[in-house]
């Protein structure tokens, strides 16, 4: 071999390793700019807004109104009073996110910064931008755990929309995505509120069953469990809802959750001897307890319901009447007692007029929010024209059987009708007077320091478990024939009325005006 030869493949090998070298080089420049694209992406912005996000959920969660009468919710209720609180976390959210974003492009953490611009965008009830984030996180992702939290955000934004077609299309979707789910619990739960907006709860309870296990705080399982149970009870499945109820109870719960799944346990659990005998001490320890005072309206409202389930309808209604004088700060519940109120006297006592005074009520006090209020509303009015209706054909019916009377009976009924008017009169004014002097007594105490602490039996309160309380038909009997031709009655009313609701103005929805 020559010289210059050597040379030349010496030279040939050099260049090459020299190429080799630079071509590393380069690789590993770009491989650890790529790295602190990525530290510095997650570290100096997404961190720092996934960490607040967090921290607003929690609050959202926390938020939600527990309203033990009705199904629980799942998810947060987001309205003009959580966007005002939350507004500003969220903005800040937004603009924390935005910085890998818009600096860090091609870091691996930008589709996790979209993700919580779009969860920031839906809490801010911004649903339309919402969705266009899921939609570009799903549609330009490579990370697959990414892409399903974009497809379950997207899912809730449409049902929140509602438009259950296109949840539907995701949902779908998401059943062709090959592997295990890291968000399936937030799935599952996703579709249960899915199967419930579209009236199949079985499908919801299948749903909610796969999500339960998954839930990992303690309280948050317990309380779902609760929505679990509600659901079985509206299938009539009372043995799996006893099941769930027994569960929660067995994991020591908050308070306000076990003293409820206690209460629910009312509702569906077998009534044998043994059990109703259970069930009235256990009530009667509940009433006592002074932790519960805030509960009494309750209380009471459970007994009534389970008295309405053995058919002991003025047992029911005399507890309806106690749980609606119990004062606590659930201004809700009376709207619930006043409902079975008005159910016992239309569906099994055939009693209408009393029937329309108590859907009335209910509509001045039930939350306008309650899915079944329009149904409670058109029955109300329906109620209402009725019992008009039916007053004046009664009254026609009386004036024209005291015509057909021989003038001998008709001056006896007369003189009966007289006599009633008379000794209800004296009734009214002793009433009153009665009246005057709990008043007086009242005040006195009120002026030397021991205000009295009414007792949810006491009070001059109408007794709604008398079906004929109310009743104009039998007011003719006791001889109020006009009411409003009586002072003395329209005195003792008004006196009623201040001492319960205050010197009020006459207005619309006066029962509700504080």
Not at 325 to 352: D, F, H, P, V
Request: proline share 4%.
């Amino acid at each position: 071999m020559s010289t210059s030869s050597l040379t030349q493949r010496v030279g040939g090998w050099l260049v090459t390793l020299l190429s080799l070298g630079a071509a590393g080089c380069a690789s590993d420049k770009s491989l650890v700019s790529h790295t602190i694209n990525n530290v510095a992406a997650r570290d100096n912005g997404y961190f720092l807004a996934r960490e607040k996000l967090q921290a607003t959920e929690v609050l959202l969660y926390k938020g939600r109104v527990n309203d033990y009468n009705r199904r629980l919710p799942l998810f947060p209720t987001l309205d003009s009073t959580t966007v005002r609180a939350t507004r500003a976390d969220l903005n800040d959210i937004i603009k924390k996110a935005s910085l890998p974003i818009q600096h860090r492009p091609g870091s691996d953490w930008t589709d996790d910064a979209y993700l919580l611009v779009g969860w920031s965008r839906f809490y801010k009830m911004e649903f339309d931008d919402a969705v266009l984030t899921f939609k570009y996180v799903n549609s330009t992702s490579k990370d697959p755990f990414a892409k399903q939290e974009a497809l379950i955000g997207l899912m809730r934004s449409f049902l929140v929309l509602k438009q259950p077609d296109n949840a539907k299309a995701v949902s779908d979707l998401l059943d062709r995505e090959i592997g295990l789910r890291k968000d399936a619990r937030e799935l599952f739960l996703t579709r249960t509120e899915y199967f419930l907006q579209t009236d199949e709860p079985k499908r919801a309870i299948e749903q909610l069953e796969r999500a339960i296990p998954l839930i990992p705080a303690k309280n948050e399982r317990s309380r779902t469990r609760f929505i679990l149970a509600q659901l079985y009870q509206e299938q009539g499945q009372d043995k799996e809802a006893t099941v769930q109820l027994n569960e929660i109870l067995k994991r020591n719960p908050p308070y306000e959750l076990d003293f409820f799944a206690k209460l629910m346990l009312g509702q569906v659990t077998d009534l044998s001897d043994k059990n109703k005998a259970r069930l009235d001490k256990y009530y009667a320890g509940l009433l006592k307890d002074l932790k519960n005072k805030e509960y009494r309206d309750k209380v009471y409202y459970e007994m009534a319901r389970l008295a309405y389930r053995q058919q002991r309808y003025s047992d029911a209604l005399t507890l309806l009447r106690t749980s609606a004088k119990a004062t606590t700060t659930n201004r809700s519940q009376k709207g619930y007692t006043y409902l079975l109120a008005g159910r016992i006297y239309y569906e099994n006592l055939q009693k209408y007029r009393l029937a329309a005074a108590y859907y009335d009520s209910t509509t001045q006090a039930l939350p306008k929010d309650n899915p079944t209020y329009a149904a409670i509303q058109e029955r109300a009015d329906i109620l209402k024209e009725f019992a008009k209706q039916y007053t004046i054909i009664e009254t026609q019916d009386s004036l024209q059987a005291l015509v057909k009377l021989p003038a001998a009976e008709l001056d006896q009924r007369l003189n009966q009708y007289a006599l009633a008017e008379i000794e209800a009169k004296r009734k009214a004014a002793a009433a009153a007077l009665a009246a005057q002097k709990a008043q007086q007594q009242r005040q006195q105490a009120q002026a030397q320091g021991a205000p009295g602490v009414p007792s949810a039996l006491s009070g001059n309160q109408r007794d709604i478990s008398n079906p004929n309380t109310f009743d104009p038909t039998n007011a003719v009997a006791s001889g109020a024939l006009w009411y409003f031709d009586n002072p003395t009655a329209l005195g003792t009313a008004r006196t009623d009325f201040i001492r319960k609701w205050g010197d009020r103005g006459l207005r619309d929805n006066w029962r509700i005006v504080n």
